[in-house]
């Protein structure tokens, strides 16, 4: 099992920065991806950020290409936390997002934060 907990949302203008974190323990060990979602009003749950996880440290990340530029994904040392450090933040990023992670081919889900931009 691996238990993951979001926080850093918040209300902010636009324009402005968050950054969110993600704890996650329990069986990290082979985890094999984690990603941010969001997901906004009666949207569907939409990809963020994408860090696939490599033993050397080069870690394949991906972006949505509505977020290109602006949010950059991160993950500590020990590997217990991914970051997603969110910079000129528009109202269109308003969504709870959520953090997730692989491992051994299952899915895990954190329960969410909300952002909130403002005009």
């Known amino acids: 099992q691996v238990h993951l907990v979001e926080s850093g949302g918040g209300l902010v203008q636009a324009g402005g920065s968050l950054r969110l974190s993600c704890a996650a323990s329990?069986?990290?060990?082979?985890?094999?991806?984690m990603a941010w979602y969001r997901q906004a009003g009666g949207n569907q749950r939409e990809v963020v950020a994408v860090?696939?996880?490599?033993?050397?440290?080069?870690?394949?990340?991906n972006y949505a290409d509505s977020v290109k530029g602006r949010f950059t994904i991160s993950r500590d040392n020990a590997g217990s936390t991914v970051y997603l450090l969110m910079n000129s933040l528009k109202p269109e990023d308003t969504a709870v997002y959520y953090c997730y992670a692989i491992r051994n081919g299952l899915n895990y889900w954190g329960k969410g934060t909300l952002v909130t931009v403002s005009s």
């Open positions: 860090m696939n996880i490599r033993s050397n440290e080069r870690h394949d990340i």
């Open positions: 329990g069986s990290t060990s082979s985890v094999s991806a």
